[in-house]
């Protein structure tokens, strides 16, 4: 993972230890962008024939392999966009900390690791798996768990405080409730934990570079 770009005038560890997005008008429009799709795919969904769902994951299959791609996109209804509406717009713009670009990079991880996980070990037959609750449970789990990557006791506080408001997700990661992928909850969070310990180690890297330069400090 490359370290975190350091603006000038900024150390290291006042990037990697923020608690809100540097920019919060542009993370927030990148979250509500990004949900705002969801809810146009959904709706091209009902409106167009055929069923948007069948491009979802369908596990073991070679067919089913560019589900990855679109699963996090596609949802069974309106019901299922909306219980992950709130998780996905808080926990997207929680995860721009440290910039939109290193949450590219975290999503991209989790929307992999999740995707692969569900193609191997999901629901055979010809079931589809689709939704973008791989993604909130994978952001959640990166919040939850950079505060100690990064020994940073705010990101730790913001961490207790998710997890007393949505403790109740963390049953979405066993087996048992029928028509909930937890396959995808449990390697959505998976990846999370390992985007997370991924980019702390990229930032440590970075730090240590960069306490190299003479002066103590790099403009990018």
Avoid: C
Wanted: hydrophobic share 55%; glycine share 14%.
């Amino acid at each position: 993972m490359p370290p975190l770009p350091v603006p000038s005038g900024d150390k290291p560890t006042d990037v990697t230890k923020r608690i809100l997005p540097p920019n919060p008008k542009a993370a927030a429009i990148v979250a509500l962008s990004f949900t705002l799709v969801l809810y146009l795919v959904e709706l091209a969904d009902v409106i167009l024939p055929g069923n948007l769902d069948h491009g979802g994951i369908l596990s073991r299959r070679l067919s089913g392999l560019d589900g990855i791609l679109w699963a996090p996109l596609l949802h069974a209804n309106w019901s299922h966009l909306f219980s992950n509406t709130v998780p996905v717009l808080v926990f997207s713009f929680l995860a721009m900390a440290a910039g939109i670009g290193r949450w590219a990079v975290v999503t991209a991880i989790i929307w992999l690791v999740s995707g692969v996980g569900v193609w191997l070990i999901g629901p055979g037959g010809n079931t589809y798996t689709v939704g973008a609750s791989g993604l909130a449970f994978g952001w959640l789990a990166f919040l939850l768990v950079r505060g100690i990557f990064n020994r940073a006791a705010g990101q730790i506080l913001v961490a207790v405080v998710l997890l007393g408001i949505w403790s109740g997700m963390l049953w979405g990661l066993l087996p048992g409730n029928t028509g909930i992928s937890w396959q995808g909850h449990l390697f959505g969070a998976l990846a999370g934990i390992l985007a997370a310990w991924l980019t702390s180690r990229g930032d440590r890297r970075g730090a240590k570079a960069i306490e190299a330069v003479p002066g103590g400090s790099l403009g990018v």
